[in-house]
């Protein structure tokens, strides 16, 4: 499975659309991006494509009335997250601002999702002598 990287004008892209909120983190992913809130990820960035995670009405509303595309691996994608489409990355500023509206909702809906517990670090036995 190749992993497309993102040029460093669609991670400006990215950040752009993703709400400047005090919660939200945004964090490298494999040489895209991430934007976490409570610790879940609500958006992504993949190669060219962003990804929102949506409540179920409105991912239904998204993938009815635009040209989504799936976000992710094309043998695996992501499931729960919808991609945004790509010819919003053609379109101009305008379509920025749908992105980022669709982004919000993402930022609203994960928000509203129980806090991602920090996975425990395993620890070593002690080392005896030798």
Same mark, same amino acid.
């Given at each position: *499975?190749? *992993? =497309?990287?993102? #040029?460093?004008?669609?991670?400006?892209?990215? %950040?752009?659309?993703?709400? /400047?909120?005090?919660?939200? +983190?945004?964090?490298?992913?494999?040489?895209?991006?991430?934007?976490?809130? @409570?610790? @879940?990820?609500?958006?992504?960035?993949?190669?060219?494509?962003? !990804?929102?995670?949506?409540?179920?009405? /409105?991912?239904?509303?998204?993938?009815?009335?635009?040209?989504?595309?799936?976000? !992710? =691996?094309?043998?695996?994608?992501?499931?729960?997250?919808? !991609?945004?489409?790509?010819?919003? @990355?053609?379109?101009?500023?305008? /379509?920025? #601002?749908?992105?980022?509206?669709?982004?919000?909702? $993402?930022?609203?809906? +994960? !928000?509203?999702?129980? $806090?991602?517990?920090?996975? $425990? %670090?395993? #620890? %070593?036995? =002690?080392?005896?002598?030798?």
């Amino acid at each position: *499975m190749e *992993m =497309p990287k993102a #040029t460093e004008e669609e991670k400006a892209r990215f %950040r752009r659309v993703v709400p /400047d909120h005090p919660g939200v +983190v945004v964090k490298p992913m494999f040489g895209n991006l991430g934007a976490f809130v @409570n610790g @879940n990820m609500f958006a992504g960035l993949f190669g060219s494509t962003i !990804g929102v995670k949506l409540s179920r009405e /409105d991912k239904e509303v998204l993938e009815s009335s635009e040209r989504t595309v799936p976000f !992710g =691996p094309a043998e695996r994608p992501m499931g729960g997250y919808t !991609g945004l489409p790509e010819v919003w @990355n053609e379109e101009g500023d305008g /379509d920025e #601002t749908r992105a980022r509206a669709w982004a919000e909702k $993402a930022l609203a809906y +994960v !928000g509203s999702l129980p $806090a991602k517990e920090p996975k $425990a %670090r395993a #620890t %070593r036995p =002690p080392r005896t002598g030798g």
